[in-house]
């Protein structure tokens, strides 16, 4: 039973996942963020092409997604399985994760997964907010380069997870908390593995720079 309650998890994600608010705000303005800039439905784009308010809707959205996904699994599992609630958590934010980078009706083309992974670490791991925080912040502001923050950012939060499981400080122990382990590695790759694009580009050195000016009001 226990592999099916991490299904389960998973599949909860995997359906908030397909909320995009980007693409969905787009579309409220006659605008389909896939034929625009980047062509990437996160917050950059939308932010780049649709404007500062629509950038932050799209943040606060794909962060909530995850908080509600986490939020639903919590509500199912904390009374019958208390001693799996916090691993299920974690499987639902990936969940959550999985179905923004991979949504079915988009044919499998969605996000980055970034603010996902943010809402992850909201919901389930705060302890990484801060430092990922402070290094998006620095590494966006120095480099103007919002893809290496962002991969910054995924390999902070693996690394934090092992020091602070290995402190005690997850909440979890023995096979669970390797196996949050694992879920995190995860997490890292698929950020990483979505930014191939700007990694090619950041070697280059002609990755597109963050600019506090959007392309459009």
């Not at 389960?8 to 995997?14: K, Q, V």
């Not at 694992?182 to 191939?196: C, D, F």
Request: aromatic letters at 10%.
């Amino acid at each position: 039973m226990s592999i099916i309650y991490r299904l389960i998890s998973l599949a909860i994600g995997y359906i908030c996942g397909h909320f995009l608010t980007g693409f969905f705000y787009g579309k409220t303005q006659n605008v389909d963020l896939r034929n625009v800039g980047s062509g990437n439905v996160g917050t950059t784009n939308t932010y780049r092409n649709l404007g500062p308010k629509a950038g932050v809707l799209t943040l606060l959205g794909d962060v909530l997604k995850v908080v509600l996904s986490v939020g639903v699994v919590w509500l199912i599992f904390h009374n019958s399985q208390p001693q799996m609630t916090k691993l299920l958590m974690y499987y639902a934010g990936l969940g959550t994760i999985l179905g923004h980078n991979f949504p079915t009706f988009m044919k499998f083309k969605g996000g980055k997964g970034i603010a996902c992974t943010g809402g992850l670490m909201v919901a389930v791991c705060p302890i990484c907010v801060p430092i990922c925080l402070a290094i998006f912040l620095i590494t966006v502001a120095l480099t103007r380069y919002v893809s290496l923050g962002s991969i910054l950012v995924c390999i902070s939060f693996f690394i934090q997870i092992l020091v602070f499981g290995q402190m005690g400080m997850l909440g979890l122990d023995g096979a669970q908390l390797y196996e949050v382990y694992v879920l995190a590695a995860v997490v890292m790759l698929l950020g990483v593995a979505r930014h191939h694009a700007n990694i090619g580009r950041l070697i280059k050195g002609t990755e597109n720079k963050f600019s506090f000016i959007p392309e459009k009001q």
